[in-house]
């Protein structure tokens, strides 16, 4: 069962930026030990974008997004945003938030293995 919803995906041009949010899907809490955002894309692996260990705010970045993506959380209602900007054709994925509750042998943010709970994904199109 899908605890995990994001949404904010869509087409943008390059150089514009988009907020995705994840959120718990109805009857679950987003009461995650780590978050973690990943993207597909056409013909290519899933890849870690970025995570974030909530107990303690520590933020992980894949190289290709440093400087561009910034991972933020809602500690009102757990909500986890990844706020994307400076967007480039190859930024054009599926993007997907990753949830973990387990603490113990938290090593590679950025890693799909180390999340346990997945939501279905939301579009992101960059193009002109």
């Known amino acids: 069962q899908v605890q995990l919803v994001e949404s904010g995906g869509g087409l943008v041009q390059p150089g514009g930026s988009l907020r995705l949010s994840c959120s718990a899907s109805?009857?679950?809490?987003?009461?995650?030990?780590?978050i973690g955002w990943f993207r597909q894309a056409p013909g290519k692996e899933r890849e870690g974008v970025s995570g974030?260990?909530?107990?303690?705010?520590?933020?992980y970045y894949a190289d290709s997004v440093k400087g561009r993506f910034t991972i933020s959380r809602d500690n009102a209602n757990g909500t986890v945003y990844l706020h994307m900007n400076s967007l480039k054709p190859e930024d054009t994925a599926i993007y997907y938030c990753?949830?973990?509750?387990?603490?113990?042998?938290?090593?590679?943010?950025?890693?799909?293995?180390?999340?346990?709970?997945w939501g279905q994904g939301t579009q992101v199109t960059v193009s002109s």
């Open positions: 109805s009857g679950f809490t987003m009461d995650y030990y780590a």
């Open positions: 990753a949830g973990r509750t387990l603490a113990f042998g938290y090593r590679a943010p950025l890693e799909s293995w180390e999340y346990h709970y």
């Open positions: 974030m260990r909530t107990s303690d705010g520590s933020i």
